[in-house]
């Protein structure tokens, strides 16, 4: 075993901190690329399917330059009965932002024929924080001397029934990236114990291949969601410096094996703060659309969230992305994608998801934690294990399920916990 084994982390930390093989493996990570793979190279056991849709998207973001916009390509992009790609890139311009209110009245038009005023909610439940890979925004890097903790079956079932008995029907469970201690026969324990409590069951791993995204599926899993975090390669490579995250095509094509497995939804994010803002949502929405049209019958969401601070690291501080920007953001994919989901996490203030969900999002999550197994603790129920595992970044938004459902229902909204039947 290496020393970024989270099973021997006696290799990594030792009294003081970090050990110091450990620490002279991280300083030369970071400042020589030459110790680094190659983050487009595959790795031993990871699937590669034949699919044209990351070289087509790397080629769009190559070439969009936001600043040859102008204001015509955005009366036009807004005059327009439809908005094409073009369109798209036009409304994620710089050149549209003196345009975001007109934007935003489109927006919330194309909302209501779709969605009509529902918003949906749900909740993350984080059972493992371990992690083998050295990203370095990250709370959960191997690297980072947080509380380690990964939930056994009665800690995750009473996580569970916490979560349930507030009201919430949907759940999206998530582990750090550590397939060593969260395996895939313990990540489909949590979505078979998940299916006995809620509707409908998330999840918010690490990729995997086709059989195994099909295995989660018969063990109750709906859908799944990844995070690109970055689609510029040069950038992702200085960001992710280990780990089986750092390469970057199988973590693209991760929705499309999702898909190929049986899931019936995926969803799709750039960590915006992490790279150019404009290009990374650009990626984002052409990977959604581009492969809904592949497979018309899948059900397509994206979410937009922003850099937040993470636990021992008070460099890592949010991009110059302002709400401004992300609400431009937001406006744009729904009239680019008027049929998808989108959501907006509990990384927002409660002030802007209250504003965005009467214009452009779909889906809210509440009573957050990104800690591991306090749920039960927040709802004066004990921790699970005395004392609980450290979350993974800072949430803006703490409120409960109960207050979301008041101030959705008080701002014109219907709060909906669940739509879908099983037969």
Known sequence: MGESDPRRSDLIFDAAGLSPAALERKHRLERD???RTDPMAYLPGMEEIDSDIKDRVRAAMASYDPCRYTAADVRRALD???????DFRALLSPAAEPFLE???ERARAETVKHFGNTVYVFTPLYIANHCE????YCGFNCYNPIRRMRLDKGQIEREMEVIAKSGMEEVLILTGESRSVSGVEYIGDACELARRYFRLVGLEVYPMNTDEYRYLHERG???VTVFQETYDVEQYEKLHLMGHKRVWPYRFDA???ALRGGMRGVAFSALLGLSDFRKDALATALHACWL???YPEAEISLSCPRLRPITNNPDVRPGEIGERELCQVLCAYRLFLPFAGITVSSRESASFRNGIVKIAATKVSAGVSTGIGDHAAKYGQGACSGEEGDEQFEISDARSLERMRADLTNGGLQPVLNDYVYV
């Open 33 to 35: 690329p030459s110790c």
């Open 80 to 86: 327009g009965n439809r908005c094409s790609e073009e």
């Open 102 to 104: 007109r934007m935003a």
């Open 133 to 136: 890979n050295y990203c370095v």
């Open 221 to 223: 899993a709906d859908y």
């Open 255 to 257: 929705q499309e094996r």
């Open 292 to 294: 809904q049209k592949k």
